[in-house]
Structures are given as C-alpha cells and as structure tokens.
C-alpha cells in the first residue's frame, strides 16, 4: 500500500490487485458500494494515518475509488468542511429524475443475451450504440455514455436488469473489458443480434 499526499485536503491511497485479494475483497464489492467496500475504505483510513493527517472531526471524506488498469486500484479522498446545512432544504424542492449510470452489463452465456434479444424483438426497445464482448468466458454488452442517458434507455435497462447477471455503475472494470476481452459484435451488437 503507497499513500500520496496531494495538498492538505486530499490523498491517493494506491494498492494492487494482489493486496485487495489479500483483503478478500473485489473489485465487484467495491464497485457495488456494499458492506465490504465500507469496510476496506474504513481499514484504509485507519491504517494510512489519515485520522493524524487530516483533522476528520466535523469535516465529510469525499472517496472515489478507480483503476488505472495496469494492476492497480487507487482510491483519492478529499476532506471538506463545508458540509451542507439541511435545514435549509425543503419539501417542495423538484424530485430527483430517475437516472442510469450503468453502462456495462455481464450475461453467464450467449443463449442468456439470445433470450433477452428474442424478447426484445417486440419490445421496441431503445439500444443506441453497444458492442458484445467476451471476458473469461463471460458476455458483456457495453453501451456509449450517450445510450444509457437517452430517456429511451429506460425500459431497455429495466428488461436488462432481469437477463444479465450483474450490471457496473462505475468504470472500475470498463478498461478491463475494453483492453483484455475479444470483441465478439462491434457497433450495434444488440440491433445485429436481434435480426438473428
């Protein structure tokens, strides 16, 4: 573990992948934000010092956890102070809109993505640009930034939701997928596949 200050309110906390699995914990638990990425950033904190090099008493820890895809997991933390005052907030502010992040999707097998294609076929659903890709032996459907934020995306992310076996909402794995796996359909895989 290598520790970075940047300035007084923000450090680089840098491990590799041989040391998350030391702490059994992947990048899967990390990007899902759960109980077990809490814990890792919390043992992190402790074991960098950062409670001495940073005053935390009444300041908010920002953390972004991201991979450079060269066997390294690098996590920045940013101390604020200026935390929001929330009685100023009211009831009748406008709701937030329902908003997709996930542009990664990992299916168990090509028959799993054929079903969700056949089902599809009379759904009318909304792709934008895709491409298929496969990663020890597994299938990820990978769509641009600008499918998942088209209001169209909506449906299509709820019929994913129920075919695939796990989605990303961050970009911890896309260097990965995109680097390490064979393209099986570029651009459009979904609308090509669909026709079959």
Same mark, same amino acid.
């Not at 030391?22 to 077990?36: G, V």
């Not at 990664?104 to 056949?118: A, K, M, N, P, T």
């Given at each position: ?12 906390? =840098? ?8 702490? %059994?914990?992947?990048?899967?638990? =990390? ?8 814990? $890792?950033?919390?043992? $992190?904190?402790?074991?960098? %010092? #950062? ?26 933390? *940013?101390? *604020?102070?200026? #935390?929001?005052?929330? %009685? ?8 937030? #809109? ?14 799993? =993505? $054929?079903?969700?294609? /056949?089902?599809?076929? %009379? ?5 934008? /640009? ?15 930034? *600008? ?8 449906? *299509? ?5 129920e075919y695939c076996s796990r989605y990303f909402s961050y970009d911890l794995f896309y260097n990965t997928i995109i680097e390490k ?8 895989? $979904? /609308? ?5």
């Amino acid at each position: 573990m290598k520790v970075e200050k940047i300035n007084e309110n923000k450090v680089k906390i =840098i491990l590799s992948f041989e040391e998350l699995e030391m702490r %059994n914990i992947t990048l899967y638990d =990390i990007e899902k934000n759960n109980s077990a990425a809490k814990k $890792l950033f919390t043992s $992190l904190i402790e074991e960098s %010092n #950062l409670d001495e090099e940073f005053e935390l008493e009444d300041s908010q820890l920002f953390i972004e956890a991201s991979s450079d895809n060269t066997n390294t997991f690098i996590l920045t933390i *940013t101390r *604020t102070d200026d #935390l929001p005052d929330l %009685n100023n907030y009211t009831k009748k502010e406008t709701p937030q #809109l329902y908003k997709i992040d996930s542009r990664l999707y990992e299916f168990s097998s090509i028959d799993v =993505i $054929l079903d969700f294609c /056949q089902k599809a076929k %009379n759904e009318n659903l909304f792709f934008g /640009q895709n491409t298929l890709y496969k990663y020890e032996n597994k299938y990820f459907i990978l769509f641009s930034e *600008t499918a998942i934020k088209n209001k169209k995306f909506i449906k *299509t992310y709820v019929m994913l939701s129920e075919y695939c076996s796990r989605y990303f909402s961050y970009d911890l794995f896309y260097n990965t997928i995109i680097e390490k796996s064979i393209v099986v359909v570029s651009n459009r895989a $979904l /609308q090509k596949l669909i026709k079959i």
